[in-house]
């Protein structure tokens, strides 16, 4: 993986520094402004994708090594080693590099209306690209050392064999240990809460063709999402299950002061 991300990231750059390259020329002419824009989207939609693959890889094989070491009963030490990287360098360049592609994105759009000076859009790129340099050198190492560690996991213990008792005893803990299924959807409603009102900031400041499209959708659904979310997180908590009144009240009521305050934002 610590390859793959590797070469994907040096496109990218290569990529965005053909894209510099149309920027600087975008002010020439229609035709060169409407070459940068259209790079833009593809440089924009490429880096997302490969600076997603760093989070897609260490949420991976957390679960791989968490799982492993639950059924090999090898201890918690080797999950605690693995959330190591978190206090690592890669870290911030992990997160930096897509905040900052998404700044860009919209920066971009709000240039070229007039809605803020020009100066704003080169600097978010220059830092954009010094992020993804940054991630380039550190994020491939982190990626190593943990492919190390889950190597080392594997050589030193071994999973049950299957239909043996001692199999039949951890599919049985298994069960009894697992997240019910409402609680982990809640997780996904409450993220994509999030994701919808980022989608529209996207569409009205990052788009050619979108920025005319209404919030009021997107605001709803996002509320609509917020309460679910709380309320199935509350309710379906495997250690303090709520009532559903103590479920259901809290969450109902933060819908609505959220559907309110987007009323007065928007």
Same mark, same amino acid.
């Given at each position: 993986?610590?390859?793959?991300?590797?070469?994907?990231?040096?496109?990218?750059?290569?990529?965005?520094?053909?894209?510099?390259? &149309? /920027?600087?020329?975008?002010?020439?002419?229609?035709?060169? +402004?409407?070459?940068?824009?259209?790079? %833009?989207? #593809?440089?924009? $939609?490429?880096?997302?994708?490969?600076?997603?693959?760093?989070?897609?890889?260490?949420?991976?094989?957390?679960?791989?090594?968490?799982?492993?070491?639950?059924?090999?009963?090898?201890?918690?030490?080797?999950?605690?080693?693995?959330?190591?990287?978190?206090?690592?360098?890669?870290?911030?360049?992990?997160?930096?590099?897509?905040?900052?592609?998404?700044?860009?994105?919209?920066?971009?759009?709000?240039?070229? &209306? /007039?809605?803020?000076?020009?100066?704003?859009?080169?600097? +978010?790129?220059?830092?954009?690209?010094? %992020?993804? #340099?940054?991630? $380039?050198?550190?994020?491939?190492?982190?990626?190593?050392?943990?492919?190390?560690?889950?190597?080392?996991?594997?050589?030193?213990?071994?999973?049950?064999?299957?239909?043996?008792?001692?199999?039949?005893?951890?599919?049985?803990?298994?069960?009894?240990?697992?997240?019910?299924?409402?609680?982990?959807?809640?997780?996904?409603?409450?993220?994509?809460?999030?994701?919808?009102?980022?989608?529209?900031?996207?569409?009205?400041?990052?788009?050619?063709?979108?920025?005319?499209?209404?919030?009021?959708?997107?605001?709803?659904?996002?509320? #609509?999402?917020?309460?679910?979310?709380?309320?199935?997180?509350?309710?379906?908590?495997?250690?303090?299950?709520?009532?559903?009144?103590?479920?259901?009240?809290?969450?109902?009521?933060?819908?609505?002061?959220?559907?309110?305050?987007?009323?007065?934002?928007?």
């Amino acid at each position: 993986m610590a390859t793959i991300y590797r070469s994907l990231t040096t496109a990218v750059l290569i990529l965005w520094a053909y894209l510099i390259s &149309t /920027g600087l020329d975008a002010g020439s002419s229609q035709e060169a +402004l409407s070459l940068h824009l259209k790079v %833009a989207l #593809v440089g924009a $939609l490429m880096g997302g994708a490969v600076q997603s693959l760093p989070f897609a890889y260490f949420l991976g094989t957390h679960f791989w090594i968490k799982a492993f070491a639950r059924a090999s009963r090898a201890g918690d030490e080797w999950e605690q080693r693995h959330r190591l990287w978190m206090k690592g360098r890669a870290y911030p360049a992990m997160y930096a590099a897509p905040f900052l592609t998404m700044a860009v994105a919209i920066t971009g759009s709000m240039v070229e &209306t /007039g809605r803020i000076p020009h100066v704003v859009h080169p600097i +978010l790129v220059f830092a954009a690209a010094m %992020a993804q #340099v940054a991630g $380039l050198v550190l994020v491939p190492g982190a990626m190593k050392r943990n492919s190390a560690l889950m190597d080392q996991l594997a050589d030193e213990y071994q999973v049950p064999k299957p239909e043996s008792p001692e199999m039949e005893d951890l599919i049985a803990e298994e069960e009894r240990l697992s997240l019910p299924a409402l609680f982990q959807m809640s997780r996904w409603l409450l993220l994509f809460s999030v994701q919808v009102l980022l989608l529209w900031l996207y569409l009205r400041f990052g788009t050619e063709g979108f920025r005319e499209t209404p919030a009021w959708p997107f605001a709803a659904v996002s509320c #609509v999402l917020l309460t679910l979310g709380m309320g199935l997180n509350a309710r379906h908590d495997p250690d303090h299950p709520k009532s559903p009144m103590k479920a259901w009240t809290p969450a109902t009521l933060t819908g609505l002061a959220a559907a309110i305050g987007f009323a007065l934002i928007l």
